[in-house]
């Protein structure tokens, strides 16, 4: 199982207080990198921005007289120094108010879709007050988790197959993802290992952020192996067995190994072989060498209530 997060997300706000003045985008609009999306009131910045600029020309225009009339002798290079001194300290000021005048309108960093906007004009907007929520119209991540027993079986560049969860739009839709990351550590009270796939631009239109998807990695080759119901397999503290018929007359217990489980079927991985009858109903009243008599007439389970799980 996994779940749907965004390439790039983010909680749109300002750093700074201020009265919004100008709203300038619809919930659910897209948006391209760099529209303005919101304005705070920079009246008083922008007034202290022609005084910076005024002061500015003036020193501007004292630098380049003072560059001329030391060039003739006229005045000491004391004088010129102090005169671009005053100008790059004018040209600093007016960069500073340029910036806090920036600093009151919020631009969309990346193109993509904003949500519910969650301002109106005339509010007062405190620091970190939330504006919208931005989500990139880019490749959507997928994140989910493997136990550590198939570490070794999954590689960057596999495929993932996702597929939306029953209930929820698109049902039974799925889409093929590719592993790009595939965490160095594992979580130490789960035992698993965090993995992310990404599903590409022209596949990603089903796929909302949050969204909750089965996951399936697709390895690179097939096994064959020996399969027998889950009713057959013995669990206990010193191993997992079954009991096997000989000759149809007499059950011997025997340890297997055991591999994945398929719904109501599991994969013996050394124990059993091909072709040999196990004890499939009432295992667990046998002993070990006990005869048994062979009745294949009822069926343990109605094949009708019995799961069918995709084979992936």
């Known amino acids: 199982m996994g779940s749907v997060t965004t390439a790039r997300g983010v909680t749109l706000s300002t750093d700074v207080a201020g009265v919004v003045t100008a709203i300038r985008f619809e919930s659910g609009a897209d948006v391209k990198r760099g ?4 304005e705070l009131d920079s009246a008083v910045e ?6 910076a600029i005024a002061r500015r020309n003036l020193a501007e225009t ?18 010129l120094d102090n005169d671009e001194a005053v100008l790059r300290q004018a040209t600093t000021d007016a960069e500073a108010i340029s910036a806090q005048i920036a600093r009151k309108t919020i631009r969309a960093p990346f193109a993509g879709k904003v949500g519910t906007r969650s301002v109106n004009l005339g509010q007062f907007l405190n620091p970190g007050t939330a504006v919208a929520v931005l989500e990139g119209a880019e490749t959507a991540h997928v994140d989910f988790t493997l136990p550590q027993q198939r570490l070794a079986d999954v590689q960057v560049g ?3 197959r996702i597929t939306l969860d029953d209930g929820d739009a698109g049902a039974g839709s799925s889409e093929d993802a590719k592993i790009t990351t595939v965490d160095p550590v594992l979580d130490n009270a789960t035992r698993t290992v965090r993995v992310r796939a990404d599903v590409a631009d022209d596949k990603a239109s089903a796929l909302r952020p949050g969204m909750f998807v089965k996951v399936a990695v697709v390895l690179p080759k097939k096994g064959k192996y020996t399969i027998v119901p889950a009713t057959a397999i013995i669990h206990a503290t010193y191993g997992d067995s079954v009991f096997i018929v000989e000759d149809g007359k007499k059950a011997r217990q025997q340890f297997v190994r055991l591999g994945e489980a398929r719904g109501d079927f599991v994969a013996i991985l050394d124990g059993v072989k091909p072709k040999q009858e196990v004890v499939t109903a009432g295992a667990f009243k046998l002993r070990n060498n006990w005869p048994v008599t062979v009745d294949n007439s009822k069926k343990a389970t109605d094949p009708k209530l019995a799961p069918t799980p995709e084979n992936k």
């Open 46 to 51: 922008r007034a202290q921005l022609q005084s």
């Open 62 to 79: 004292s630098a380049a007289r003072s560059r001329q009339l030391v060039k003739s002798g006229s005045i000491a290079p004391a004088t």
């Open 158 to 160: 596999m495929t993932a």
């Open 35 to 38: 529209q303005v999306l919101v």
